[in-house]
């Protein structure tokens, strides 16, 4: 009993993996979240534009292993800023984050405050690292990460 | 009548002087007059000089003596020849005015200069607009001594007419070296053509761009100039050093030894005017490279601030500086090395109340740089007076026509006050004055800065406790890129946090810091991306449980600097292999299943060296079927060669190529059976 239950457990933490034929994402279903004081709720989530959210994507996975990253990462985010001391301190500098393929988008949450439509949006990205290592010659290390962008639109 | 008589006489007897008052009564000063007056006073300097050494007297004394007893015919002489300068230049200018076409002839072809049609430019994008200007055909028989000084092929190189119709160079390479000689052989300083902008928040970047440019030409210009008059100036000492040395020596035969002294003056004279002229070329250059540096700083934030007026493409829609925004080490903020406070903006509030405190921050950068402008053109005003010291010390004559001092990029009127050694003297003190009044401006302007930063700090913590304290950019997370009918500045976007779904996450520090030891094979931490998919259980009864997925992440060897293609080839196996055999009971051999091969790009793929390790290695068979197709599979089977009962486990492994890009992979699938009975 104890066993199958271990199984269950495992099976439930590995969600991606379980399916027989394909990777499937964990897709987070839109519910309603907090929202700041002040703001409001919209009525029916619309969804953000895909090629606004492509086009971003394709900035910050370009930005990454530059100057520039800092700039598009929210104060929120976790380790901002040792990241960027991680990704200065261990990475070459040759080394570039390419995107694979941009997956699945959904906003997940939106509100109006200050006349504007802050949306938070799930994009499913895979993506690769990618270098030359002197000794060890070419590097890559693929990974699949989901990427949760707060957007502000001008109403 | 006795008198008259006399006067008549008088007259007839001294007819130089007589002129001399006439002139005087008429208050008219004649080039005549002052050039026989030079040459009075030069005769006299001359016959001082060259006077007897005095019994008892050294050479240091001689030399003191004379210089004494000179002085007041020399002043009078620099008096003289300002005035002569300033008369001979009057003159020429009405001769040129008399004898100017009505459109004036520049080159041996006949070519003329036409003033472009209004509407064909904008003067203000000459730095020297005010005087008019305009572009015109690069004339290439412009210079007809030297050409190798005008490259004709100058992509960034254009000719345009100033007032009077004077051909100029203007140039838009940050790296020319700002001067041309004309036809004449005369030097002549390039003018910086104004580069635009159509991205209004880095207008103001270009506007100090384009100033840096300007002073960086001019500046080249001037210690190209010097230079040659260096050499020309020492030149000349040498020659008058030959004629001293040689006169010394006769001077010495004669027993006489007077002329010693003026051969080590002149000597004394060379050596002081050759270290003070080295001075002065210093600054210049020092100068220079504080300009470039400007220049280059400049140009990395007009490339950081056109980012934001992308279009569709990625391009910028503004302007290229020619000095490129990437450069190693660059921070990307918009730090100015010569800003005399730490600028990191510009600055914003998300706290209401301080906002105003923000912009008085965003402010300051603009007033600094007008402080730094006109203590620029201080800093270069002074070099001038350096060299006109310099001049003067060394014993000769100040003349501003004089092509050494051909000061018409720093300010055509400024010198025409200073030509004696007192009147340089109260120039150089005045410049001073104005240099230390513009540094205490920027001084103020720094402290204000600080002051003004402590103050929006102080005002967040008490209006705004809760929120976030730190002082941000003015454009938080990035702007998004225009796309499906979303202007640009409608829309702003930061990135919140990445969550791992599978494999590397490279916005997770943690793993970056793992990232040296995943490359030497020292990392155990975490598996990497597997490129098969373990199999899924069926049987509660067997441990199917993926356990460490057997692919290297990364092909080591042999090294190989080309990367591969942008999408690798990622293989999927998928299925379950499980048998449950009864001996005497089920069939043998028996089926344990297949395995179904795909890859993600759906070439044709091959199968080989498929193997089963593990407990269950000699009791499984594999057969590989659709070979050469995009979805080849394993045929799995328990051979019976053994009838032990028991519980047994493996692995089966193999090696996929695309037959495309022979590209391979490998893959590893678990598999589990029991035998009984």
Request: proline share 6%.
């Amino acid at each position: 009993m104890r066993l199958i239950a271990t199984t269950l457990l495992i099976l439930l933490l590995l969600p991606a993996v379980s399916s027989a034929k394909e990777f499937r994402i964990l897709k987070a279903i839109s519910a309603p979240g907090k929202v700041p004081a002040g703001a409001e709720t919209v009525q029916s989530i619309i969804p953000v534009d895909r090629q606004i959210i492509d086009k971003t994507v394709r900035a910050v996975v370009g930005s990454w292993n530059s100057s520039d990253l800092q700039k598009h990462l929210g104060d929120d985010f976790y380790d901002k800023e040792r990241l960027g001391d991680n990704i200065q301190q261990f990475i070459p500098r040759d080394a570039k984050l390419s995107v694979l393929s941009i997956q699945g988008q959904q906003t997940l949450q939106q509100y109006e405050e200050d006349g504007k439509r802050v949306s938070r949006v799930s994009v499913v990205v895979q993506t690769q690292v990618e270098f030359n290592d002197p000794q060890n010659g070419y590097q890559r290390f693929p990974g699949t990460t989901e990427l949760v962008f707060k957007v502000k639109q001008r109403l | 009548m006795r008198y008259i008589l006399l006067i008549a006489l008088l007259v007839l007897a001294f007819p130089m002087t007589s002129e001399v008052y006439a002139q005087a009564a008429s208050g008219k000063v004649t080039v005549e007059s002052l050039t026989s007056e030079k040459t009075t006073l030069e005769a006299e300097i001359r016959r001082i000089m060259d006077g007897p050494q005095l019994e008892g007297e050294d050479l240091n004394a001689e030399i003191k003596r004379k210089g004494d007893a000179t002085r007041s015919y020399r002043q009078r002489l620099d008096t003289v020849n300002t005035r002569l300068a300033e008369l001979k230049k009057k003159r020429d200018a009405a001769k040129k005015k008399s004898s100017a076409p009505d459109k004036p002839v520049i080159n041996s072809t006949g070519k003329t200069f036409v003033a472009p049609k209004k509407g064909e430019y904008d003067p203000k994008d000459y730095s020297f607009h005010g005087r008019g200007a305009g572009p015109v055909d690069h004339p290439k028989d412009l210079t007809t001594g030297d050409k190798a000084d005008v490259p004709a092929d100058d992509k960034d190189t254009q000719w345009v007419s100033t007032p009077g119709g004077k051909p100029s160079r203007v140039t838009q390479n940050p790296n020319d070296r700002g001067w041309w000689v004309d036809s004449k052989g005369r030097h002549k300083t390039s003018y910086w053509l104004r580069k635009r902008t159509d991205c209004a928040p880095c207008k103001e970047l270009v506007f100090y761009f384009n100033d840096t440019m300007s002073n960086l030409m001019i500046t080249r210009s001037m210690l190209a100039e010097k230079k040659r008059n260096k050499k020309r100036a020492m030149e000349a000492f040498r020659e008058d050093l030959k004629d001293a040395t040689k006169w010394s020596k006769e001077g010495q035969s004669n027993g006489s030894g007077m002329l010693t002294g003026q051969a080590l003056q002149v000597g004394f004279a060379l050596a002081e005017y050759e270290e003070a002229y080295d001075g002065v070329l210093d600054a210049y250059r020092k100068e220079i490279k504080s300009l470039e540096k400007t220049a280059k700083d400049l140009a990395a934030q007009i490339a950081e601030c056109e980012k934001q007026c992308k279009d569709d493409d990625g391009r910028t829609t503004g302007i290229t500086t020619g000095w490129g925004g990437g450069f190693a080490g660059s921070t990307g903020k918009t730090s100015v090395s010569r800003l005399p406070f730490d600028w990191n903006g510009p600055y914003s509030t998300k706290c209401n109340p301080c906002r105003k405190l923000a912009e008085a921050l965003n402010g300051l950068p603009e007033k600094a740089y007008d402080e730094m402008r006109k203590l620029s053109s201080a800093e270069r005003r002074l070099i001038t007076f350096r060299a006109l010291a310099a001049y003067h010390n060394a014993g000769s004559n100040v003349d501003l026509n004089n092509p050494l001092f051909d000061l018409d990029d720093i300010d055509p009127d400024y010198f025409k006050d200073y030509s004696t050694a007192k009147e340089i003297e109260e120039g150089v003190k005045k410049v001073e004055a104005d240099i230390a009044k513009y540094k205490a401006r920027l001084k103020k302007i720094a402290d204000y800065f600080k002051q003004v930063m402590g103050m929006l700090r102080g005002c967040e913590k008490k209006y705004c406790p809760d929120q976030d304290q730190r002082v941000g950019y003015l454009i938080p997370g990035g702007t998004c890129l225009p796309a499906g009918g979303m202007e640009a500045q409608n829309c702003s976007y930061e990135l919140e946090q990445v969550v791992t779904v599978i494999g590397t996450n490279a916005f997770d520090a943690q793993e970056i810091e793992r990232i040296p030891a995943m490359v030497n094979g020292t990392d155990s931490t975490t598996p990497t991306t597997p490129t098969t998919t373990p199999s899924t259980p069926t049987t509660p009864t067997t441990p199917t449980v993926p356990t460490t997925p057997t692919t290297p992440t990364t092909p080591t060897t042999p090294v190989d600097p080309t990367p591969p293609p942008a999408t690798p080839l990622i293989v999927t196996a998928t299925g379950v292999v499980s048998f449950a055999h009864t001996v005497g009971g089920s069939s043998c051999p028996q089926s344990a299943g297949s395995i179904s091969i795909s890859s993600n790009n759906g070439n044709p793929l091959t199968v080989s060296g498929v193997s089963v390790s593990g407990t269950l290695s000699t009791r499984l068979n594999t057969t590989t079927n659709g070979n050469s197709s995009a979805t080849p599979s394993i045929t799995v089977q328990f051979n019976c060669s053994s009838a032990a009962n028991g519980t047994f486990t493996g692995t089966i492994t193999g090696t996929v190529t695309d037959t495309v890009t022979n590209e391979t992979s490998t893959f590893s699938i678990n598999a589990s059976g029991t035998v009984t009975g």
